[in-house]
């Protein structure tokens, strides 16, 4: 299941918004200690406050989104340093590094 602060941000894409609204206080995401997080202030200029059922809509798209994020750390952690990289081309050439590359993208394949 995805995060709250990941459809919320879908949510805000989908309105023509950036997720910047999370991080300059016009949103704020809440837990009470119950473990339960909610939308405690949403304030973004001509966009409503999404409904749980405008959040449930998201999910797909929200887990997708989360699921490539771990792809790519996943990637970027067999990638190596960009030194290392550039190291690699150097004595190996760019077709070997592609041909590496590669295959990491299709170890850890995104959605």
Known sequence: MASLHTKVKKYLEANSKTENELYNGNIVLADDGDGV???RTFNVDG????TDAQLDALETQATIYENNLKQDAKRKS???SWEFQLDEIYH???DAW???IQSIKDKYPKQ
């Not at 966009?47 to 999404?50: A, N, R």
């Open 37 to 39: 997080v909610y939308i």
């Open 47 to 50: 966009v409503t406050k999404p």
């Open 78 to 80: 067999e990638y190596g």
């Open 98 to 100: 592609k041909t590496r």
């Open 92 to 94: 190996n050439g760019i």
